[in-house]
């Protein structure tokens, strides 16, 4: 029996890439109906990998199967007049549209918002952009790169010497997802809690998600370091070196691979401990403030004392000797380890299922734990085309009909997008 | 419709650093009334700043971030000055009360059973240390929803293990991905990404759960533990080890498929960044780089070409960028359709005429700190327009809408939790 906490939303999604299919993912991942409508030449993200052997496949793509689990798929091309009157189907039948196409061009398609608003007025709409439907970069292109380069902290990531750095892989879009989630959760619950009855008669309205501002807005250093030089003038800049200042604290190569310990400052008493207390760093020297910025006293403790101690360790040894004395620190992990973490699989957060094309796998499972309404994979990404037929039927169509909408290539089915 | 979508709806934030107070502020910004619980009693380090009576001397050695107080300066109350707190901490209430009193404890029980939520995001042992869980909300607060944020989750090996962003970054294979693709690991910077996340996506967990209490009426425990919630931002990594074991370095600024990187602008510190996906795009930019013999390489026809010739590729392009602003080249190479952007310090994002007409900062107010503009909230909604109604909350600030308004204390009663240290505006002596 379905019970996710998202058991009754319907959504209709337009979404593609990464960040409005992690926004709709979320949704599907928690029980929400979705119903994502492709193009006949299927999301752009089934063309990029990573793909089982480096062989390009529309249904092996990992990044696809990842982002499209809990969803039907439908192909439909928009760009067909013919269209028109499915998508007026949908919208009555919808809660909420995801879509991320550039400013403008939902509106071309004819599934722009004040026509799906004007057909079902209490739709919440979310349109996840890169710099949003209004201003002067309203229609500039974006990357993970770009975001992250203008809206996030890239300026101060890296080291100075070298050039600003971004983070790894699609993060910001993956956040940009989220922070539209939110949003569309946030409008779909609309006066669910206003004392005034008057006042839950929840109606529909237009989300604009700039991906640019979800990095602005980051608490990952951009918010406050923009509201510090509000206050101070100064700006944030790329540190000379690794870590983040005193000792020990940054990455650290140890028997195994790579360990970051932060036990500074005020911490140094922690780290002292984790190294048994040699009874020179005991040492009332040791306990000034200015110690952690001297370079010969760090360059000391590290050679004699800390890098022996952490070179004879392995990363899980380093882990339990630096948590045994409460010292901030953890692993430098690769995917191969947390394939096998002892964490993360006690505690479920893989799930493994059967896809018809790529088989069976291993899949990113629950961000969070839900005890009355879980999490729960109850099907793997759509094949292009894989629900068409159900989903027409669904919005009331005849077979016939459906025939016709296949014929003249308005809709499309799994065997007929393989052709 | 109410003029905001959660109004109504009562939050309390038992919340440290980052990613807890995050969380609260989406949920304060759509309109609930969210109400921090702090104590005179402790300070958590890097919640309201570093340590709560900063001198000048730590406050000149501190990171922009946690230093950058108004004007450099400690101040006063130096706890309501904290850039790294008063970011996020719009649209909030304060309440003080001292949880590990009996006294206090009572009155934190009457405050839950007038609540919805709660959020915390403290290691397991502390919040066993307070005595609060979920069956002890429940037993106050039938339909109570708690969303707890430890690193690792409450069972489990690490449970008891302590971690900030950057720890849970490690763990998850994140900080294996960043990096200069010639360095390795230990010249990585500190970032809190993972913050980002768990503060968002927490958040949602809190939404699903009310949108589960509307249709079912029962509340419930949400666990989300920080290394698990931001594991699926790096799926196509774990994806790739699965289908083909492939071990991911640093890759610095590279995409895996199309040229991109980070180039040097005209001046000191100043850089554009560009990503190359097709052959549109790669035909303009060797155009608006006045580079035809690229353009003619039949060699360079295809992004894959183009990525593995990168090498020689960058060096011609950085030969244009710096000859221009940041600015400059963002827009040259926009207006043929190539994604640019100029990698922007706060002074630029200040500046930049988009992030000024979507009106993205918003001028406040608070007591301690006096006007200025603050990032506001992340995203727009047409019917129910989010601002910055209340500047970042002072410590304590509204005790006594808390005890008189909502808990119906009366004055004398009041006074007498003041004197008991429940209520305050300052830390005790000797916390911190």
Redesign the interface.
Known sequence: MANGALTGLKVLDFSHHVAGPYCSKLLADYGAEVIKIEPPSGDGARRFGPFPGDVAHPEKSGLFLHLNTNKRGAVIDLKRTQSAGLVERLAVWADIVVENFRPGVADRLGIGYERLLGLNPALVYTSISNFGQTGPYRDYRGSEIVFYGMGGEMHSTGLAEREPLKLGGNVGLYQAGVVAAVATMGATLAGSFSIDDSADTATGQHIDVAILETQLGSVDRRQSALLAHQYTGELSHRPASGGSGGYPNAVYPCADGYFQINGSRMYFPRAVAMLGNPPELLEERWRDPGSQGNPEMQEHFESEYFLPWLLQRTRAEAWEGAQGNRVLSGPINTMADLDVDPSFNARGVFTEADHPAAGRLRYPGRPFMMDRSPWELRRTAPLLGQHTVEILEEMGYAGDEIAELVDSAVAATTSATQE | ??RL?????RVLEITVV??GP?CGS?LAD?G?EVIRVESTKAFV?LTRGAAPHLTQA?ID?L??????????VPGERPFN?S??F???ARNKRSMTVNLLDPGGREIFDRLVAIS?VLVENNPTETMEKLGISYESLKAVKDNIIMLRMPA??S????R?????????E???????????EDT??????????S???A???????V??????R???G????????Q??????????????????????GP???R????L?N???CAGD?R?????V?DNQQWRALCQVIGAPDLEADAGLADAAARRSRQDEIDPRIAAWTRTQSPDAAMHAL?ER???????????D??A????R??Q??QESFQED?GA?????????????PLSIRRGPVMFGQDNEYVYRELLGYSAEEYEAFEAAGHVGTDYAEGVG
């Open positions: 419709m109410p979508p959660l109004e109504g709806l980052w990613a995050y989406f759509l609930a380090p730590v050695n990171p922009l971030y946690s230093g950058g107080t108004p004007g450099r000055r850039p790294m008063n970011s996020h919805d690792y989750g069972t489990g090996p690490y008891d293990f302590r971690a900030h962003g950057v720890h849970i490690g763990v998850v294979g994140h900080t294996m991905l960043r990096g200069y390795d690991a230990s010249y990585n910077t500190t970032v809190l990404m913050d980002a996340a503060g968002a996506q927490g958040a949602f967990a939404l699903a759960a009310l949108h589960h509307k249709r079912t029962e509340g419930q425990l949400v666990e989300l533990g290394a698990e919630n931001v594991f699926p931002f790096l799926g196509e990594y774990y994806m790739d080890h699965l289908m083909n074991g492939r071990a991911h890759t610095g600024n995409h895996p498929r199309a991109q980070c180039y040097p510190n850089w554009v960044a560009v990503t996906y926009q359709g190539i994604p640019a952007g100029a990698v922007m310090n706060q002074a994002v200040f930049d005429s988009h992030v007409s979507r993205f900062f700190c200025h503009l603050y990032p506001g909230p992340l995203y727009k909604m047409s019917a129910t």
